[in-house]
């Protein structure tokens, strides 16, 4: 079975560090981008960050860059979120998604078609 | 960056009933980088359409979607009781990578 499993989430203060984790199964990891979505208590979905197969590309969102760091070991099918300096805004459950691509001649098309079920991450004093 | 404004906010509708879903984008967007998702409460998001009109694996055909440039639909030709849920729209950019829309509701009348 295709699967995520997130980890890691819990309260912490503010300026506080967590890390989160995604481990994956069912499929071959190594060979997919990887995305991080967040959503914030009665909120809608906000991409966070996304690693590509090899590690080799990295994007953040403006509203976590230099605090958030994405990295993935593709030996031990993990995805990771390093968060620092967290903010009450950072409040929210993160997703980890999968991000596939589908050849229909001539275009590639890109979605998020597996999610893991996601890790709470409050920040409050 | 390239803003998706979804609409309506609600859409209250009756099981067996057509449901019209809008997507607009502040400027064109490719059909191949434009997805819809659907989230239950308490569950992760579901992909239902990618490349603007491709059912994903699974995805029922009463879910269809449409459009082109700044404007896209997805439409449920009949709503059974288990699509009441909230649906986004999704763009895949440069910066920021992807952009959901702000979601539409569809609820029970």
């Known amino acids: 079975e295709v699967q995520l499993v997130e980890s890691g989430g819990g309260l912490v203060q503010p300026g506080g560090s967590l890390r989160l984790s995604c481990a994956a199964s069912g499929f071959t990891f190594s060979s997919y981008s990887m995305n991080w979505v967040r959503q914030a208590p009665g909120k809608g979905l906000e991409w966070v960050s996304y690693?590509?197969?090899?590690?080799?590309?990295?994007y953040y969102a403006d509203s976590v860059k230099g605090r958030f760091t994405i990295s993935r070991d593709n030996a031990k099918n993990s995805l990771y979120l390093q968060m620092n300096s967290l903010r009450d805004e950072d409040t929210a459950v993160y997703y980890c998604?999968?991000?596939?691509?589908?050849?229909?001649?001539?275009?590639?098309?890109?979605?998020?078609?597996?999610w893991g079920q996601g890790t709470t991450v409050t920040v409050s004093s | 960056e390239i803003v998706l404004t979804q609409s309506p906010g609600t859409l209250s509708l009756s099981p067996g009933e057509r449901a019209t879903l809008s997507c607009r984008a502040s400027?064109?967007?490719?059909?191949?980088?434009l997805a819809w998702y659907q989230q239950k409460p308490g569950q992760a998001p579901r992909l239902l359409i990618y490349g603007a009109s491709s059912r994903a694996t699974g995805i029922p055909d009463r879910f269809s979607g449409s459009g082109s440039g700044t404007d896209f639909t997805l439409t449920i030709s009949r709503l059974e009781p288990e699509d009441f849920a909230v649906y986004y729209c999704q763009q895949y950019g440069s910066s920021p990578v992807w952009t959901f829309g702000q979601g539409t509701k569809v609820e029970i009348k």
């Open positions: 998604a999968r991000e596939s691509e589908w050849l229909v001649p001539p275009y590639y098309y890109y979605g998020m078609d597996v």
């Open positions: 690693i590509s197969s090899s590690s080799s590309t990295i």
């Open positions: 400027q064109s967007v490719s059909s191949s980088y």
